[in-house]
């Protein structure tokens, strides 16, 4: 059973909002490697990548959609608790 850190939850739902490390990064007031380390860990805690690139910068894949449902859901309920 995996546990979901919300930190990096928090990180993975800025990058699939805003579309690239570094913005994320920006409205997280973190560094861009500590943003990329974060969704690594999360990927890695998951076993699937989550992201894909584009000219754009990152755009979900079918893992990533599907994790971003649950993330949001999540997300509420640990403010809450």
Known sequence: MLDLDPHLLRA???VASVG???GAAANL???Q???RMQIRRLEEGVGAPLFVPSP???VLNAAGSLLVR???RLRPLHAHA
């Open 12 to 14: 993975f739902l800025s």
């Open 29 to 31: 007031h973190r560094t």
């Open 33 to 35: 490697a500590a943003v």
């Open 20 to 22: 690239t490390i570094n």
């Open 56 to 58: 754009q910068g990152l």
């Open 70 to 72: 649950f993330a949001n």
